[in-house]
């Protein structure tokens, strides 16, 4: 059944307290909530109260303190309906309910993983611990009483600031915590368990002492350190950026190892995957260590974009995701290099979000409409949702979107709220009418934007010609204008910057440019020669561009622009023709070649020493085979795919060889490891440089001397990658994977990567060796980081292994899904949104794709999730 935006209504009755008791049991838990209502006024005196549910049992119900007879309530498994309730005074309901951590393979609710309890309560899952109005909308100060066994829960953890506790006889103790702040079900969190600790304080802006605490599996103490290190460094720039400051005396991260997400924002008490947690030089790769930094600050910055205020229903969930991706991203902007982090989120975005955008699964960043929200948390709702955000703050400057921002936590806190609510505020700080913008909430599709430009030598003008069109999506099959605003400059052959004497026939604020109409023509008065246009600068608006441009003004832009994005995109716009024409000469067995002028821009690129390390590796790592798919649009052969971009990197890693091994050379350090920014930047580098030159050398050796010489995770699995990949056949390579192996056998991260690593092998073999793989012990199925590393690598990361032309990769993709289903619903649809592309495939192919499809359509007991997914990927 479906959910609609339209439909929402506020609850009959208002929650005043919650006060829970967990006594917790392995398998039999009891929870006694004592919920203190009182009808809303205005509603019906005579309505039920209808509590949500989902697989609960009751055991228990009083109504002040006394039992309610048996006709005057009526309990399912999905709902508690209480009848003939007070008109007009409060009353207090006593729910128990009993529940079995152990069995509760969907990791929603209250679950035990590794001997520790802990809960996942986002979106829906409060509802699996105790009857309860589980909407963002219902928010209240919860008090929670932890009683359990001493010896194996030491630690007894929940939400707000620790009122005591005790000895509780018979080896149990408990404990009890108060959490001030009205919050909605969804941010309740409780821990139990045996866990090593990392404290550290925290002096606020107004100089309150906070007390900080990760916990950890014991011995993992030091792994922790970045973390917390992360975590101071996010609570000052809240305060300095957007002035937030933190508000309880208390703030907890738990890092567990069955963790359907990332990490969770429970009030004052953090639940996290442990791979966004732990970090030391040997496990960790720069890429870990620049995740752990973003996935920390995103759940802290939660505490006030998603906990102060919070969602009113579950359609604006963009209103904390995407305003919290955007805090985060700035964040990170600001600890590393600006241009090479939004290099990194561009191409994040266009390999999932546009795909997403463009397929079965698209929908708006604001959805009306929903069958699981599960399904919902999706990279639009938080990466374009970030974009939205990071639009409002281009269109209105920084000094405007930060009296914005400041309205809104002023104005909000304490609610739970709407977009409307929250673009209402930018209206009213700035005095500009946001309503085409809101376009960007509400209309799903990824806009295309055609632009030429047009030089007058005697009048000095460029006109600049734009149009727009968003495409037919799922639903919507017409869309308005919106509106787009460009970040836009023009270039002289000489490199300068030009700057117009007056723009008519468009608004242009600083360098942005604003299109608003359909189609639209800027003109830019006082251009002394024909000049070079570089549009959409820094990706200030997330669309596609058609502009043709010829190479040698891209190469100006690759050298030029003061805009080092720009840069980047200018070096990719010259490289994809390339790409493109490669995939369809090796589909017709044609001689494949290259363009001088994106080598020589490329390897320019490279060498340059005035760019910072991190963006020359930015610059040299193509266009991925999924990106070049998306752009080629359709009937895709990824065999072809991937052979037209491997002889492409061969040509560029024959041109460059000398500069590869200089580089690779000189970004050799003797410093000691450090995770810093600009040392990872001549990691990632130099393992570029490593990858072109094993693509030329065409022999392991250089990849193997690589492997045996890392001393740390980054250098590591760069060269294990390499040999795997390139090599997988060779001595050099087996010996590496089962070096690998046995060095990190009792490391569940790294073994991890090390599955990752194999699944994304390319070609037909890589199935079976997965299979393999799934035969031996180490394969856990009930752990969710598990099944990603190797079906979601799979199925996510490896075009030509998954995508088999005689489509076993996608028979093997539906048998998993079914089986992990029947566990886990929210991991399994998750997993099986990598089909979301499939009607780009080739013919043969996407034959057997919808084979493998409709094998799951039709399967008996699906959950909502699956059926959710695959009923939108098969629907025409
Ligand atoms: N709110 C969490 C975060 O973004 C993620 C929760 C995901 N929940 C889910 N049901 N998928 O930090
Ligand atoms: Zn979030």
Redesign the pocket.
Known sequence: QIVHLADYRPTDFVLERVDLTFDLHPTETKVEARLIFHRREGTDPKAPLVLDGDDLSLSGLLLDQVDVPAGQFEATAESLTVRDLPESTPFELTITTIINPEANTQLMGLYRSGGIYCTQCEAEGFRRITYFPDRPDVLAPYTVNIIADKAANPLLLSNGNFLGGAGYGEGKHFAAWFDPHPKPSYLFALVAGDLGVVEDTFVTMSDREVALKIYVEHGKEPRAAYAMDALKRSMKWDEERFGREYDLDIFMIVAVSDFNMGAM?NKGLNVFNDKYVLADPEIATDADYANIEAIIA?EYF?NWTGNRITCRDWFQLCL??GL?VYRDHEFSADQRSRPVKRIAEVRHLKSEQFPEDSGPLAHPVRPTKYREINNFYTTTVYEKGSEVTRMIATLLGRDLFKKGMDLYFDRHDGQAVTIEDFIKCFEDASGRDLTQFSLWYHQAGTPLVTASGTYDAAAKTFALSLEQMVPATPGQATKEPMHIPLRTALFAADGALLTPTSVTDAELTDDVLHLTARTQTAVFHGIPSRPVLSLNRSFSTPINLQLSQSAKDLALIARYETDHFARWQALIDLGLPNLLQAARDARQGNPITCDAAFVDALLAAANDESLEPAFRAQALALPSEADIARELGGNNDPDAIHAGRQAILALVAEAGRSVFAALYDNMQTSDPFSPDAASAGRRALRNAALTYLSQSDNAPARAKAAFDAANNMTDLSAALTILAHRFPESAEAKAALQGFHDRFAENALVIDKWLAIQAAIPGAATLERIQGLMETPLFKRTNPNRMRALVGTFAFANPTGFGRADGAGYRFLAEQILDIDQRNPQLAARILTSMRSWRLLELVRADHARSALMQIERAGSLSTDVRDIVDRILKE
């Open positions: 924002e995103h939660h904390k995701e919290t």
